[in-house]
């Protein structure tokens, strides 16, 4: 427990400190543009900066959201298959964007409740969904896949995008690691750490320009 609380203060202290950093930019860049010593000619210049700094902290506090609540969370009986639905419907803008087509294949031999955190599991599949459609660039099949394993819950998210080495596959949860020009490299963190907070795991399988396989396992009790 003790070891979990540590953990949870850190990753705290990294969403404050990567917000912040983008907030002192643009901060810093008004002040600039406010004084007379700057340019005419700079101030547009500066104007891209800034606008590029606030996409990139909206793009932190999106990856971050959940964790910025307490840690504790409310539990509750979720529809999973109602829940699943609305974050397909979150992230089908996106998809749209990058022609992703998302396919849902709900399998449930019982009702689809779990008890648990609702915003929590929305942050991470969220998050792992825009990866996937975000390793898409030339389109392609995002399939979400639920079912339940005796006391189990599997929710696979596959897509068939850029894929990952093993060795990027071993990054993956690490704070700031991204290959993206324009990642936070703050996602899996967030999502390893919740799932980890409901006792679950995460499995990933990926082959190098196939695709990438992430099954996020959660206890039903
Ligand atoms: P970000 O998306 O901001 O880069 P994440 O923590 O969400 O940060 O992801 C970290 C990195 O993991 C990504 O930059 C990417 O290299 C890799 N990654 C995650 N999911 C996938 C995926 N589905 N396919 C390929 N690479 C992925
Ligand atoms: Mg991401």
Redesign the pocket.
């Given at each position: 427990l003790k070891e979990e609380m540590n953990r949870s203060e850190k990753m705290r202290i990294i969403g404050e400190l990567a917000a912040s950093v983008a907030h002192d930019v643009v901060h810093g860049f008004m002040q600039l543009l406010g004084s007379d010593k700057i340019q005419e000619s700079k101030k547009e210049e500066y104007l891209q900066i800034m606008m590029a700094e606030l996409n990139r902290a909206q793009?932190i506090i999106t990856?971050y959201l959940s964790l910025a609540k307490s840690e504790i969370g409310t539990r509750e009986q979720v529809n999973m298959e109602q829940l699943i639905q609305q974050i397909v419907t979150i992230v089908s803008p996106l998809a749209l964007l990058n022609g992703v087509e998302i396919r849902c294949s709900i399998s449930m031999t019982e009702l689809p409740y779990l008890h648990t955190d609702p915003e929590k599991i929305k942050q991470c599949l969220i998050?792992?969904m825009?990866?996937?459609i975000?390793?898409m660039t030339n389109g392609g099949i995002l399939q979400v896949n639920v079912h339940k394993r005796s006391d189990d819950f599997i929710i696979d998210i596959i897509?068939t995008?850029?894929?990952?080495t093993s060795e990027?596959v071993k990054?993956?949860?690490m704070p700031f690691?991204?290959?993206?020009e324009k990642?936070?490299?703050?996602?899996?963190?967030v999502c390893y750490s919740i799932i980890r907070g409901l006792n679950g795991k995460i499995e990933v399988t990926?082959q190098k320009g196939k695709?990438?396989c992430?099954s996020i396992i959660i206890p039903a009790c």
């Open positions: 793009s990856d998050n792992i825009k990866n996937g975000e390793a897509d995008g850029i894929g990952m990027e990054q993956l949860g690691y991204s290959t993206k990642g936070t490299g703050l996602g899996t963190m990926s695709g990438t992430f």
